[in-house]
């Protein structure tokens, strides 16, 4: 059975740290590129990074650049997002999302929620003073 489990999210204040991670079984991530997506409430499920099985080449949203950075652990079968610098408008639930069709993350694609065959439950990440 095909699963992704999304955790590691808290509650922290701003500049804080934080490190999801996503787990995945049923399947091997290595052939794969994998991203993680965040939802805040009332807004568009958004990008926030992809990271490529081929080249390990990586992708960032605008918003996270500088602050988050994506890993993946192939001999673990994880998946994880370094997040630096938190700020309120980070406070959303964070998803990783896998590419079934792709090893390597595609420009400007990566970012579309259609482009992600399998994904996890979701993990809150709440940014408050």
């Known amino acids: 059975q095909v699963q992704l489990v999304d955790s590691g999210g808290g509650l922290l204040q701003p500049g804080g740290l934080l490190r999801p991670s996503c787990a995945a079984s049923?399947?091997?991530?290595?052939?794969?590129?994998i991203g993680w997506f965040r939802q805040a409430p009332g807004k568009q499920r958004e990008g926030v990074s992809c990271?490529?099985?081929?080249?390990?080449?990586?992708f960032y949203a605008d918003s996270v650049k500088g602050r988050f950075a994506i890993s993946r652990d192939n001999a673990k079968n994880m998946l994880f997002l370094k997040m630096n610098s938190l700020q309120p408008e980070d406070t959303a639930v964070y998803y990783c999302?896998?590419?079934?069709?792709?090893?390597?993350?595609?420009?400007?694609?990566?970012?579309?929620?259609?482009?992600?065959?399998?994904w996890g439950q979701g993990t809150q990440v709440t940014v408050s003073s």
């Open positions: 049923g399947f091997t991530l290595v052939y794969y590129a």
């Open positions: 999302a896998v590419d079934k069709g792709q090893a390597r993350c595609l420009a400007k694609i990566w970012v579309y929620n259609w482009e992600y065959d399998y």
């Open positions: 990271i490529s099985s081929s080249d390990g080449s990586t």
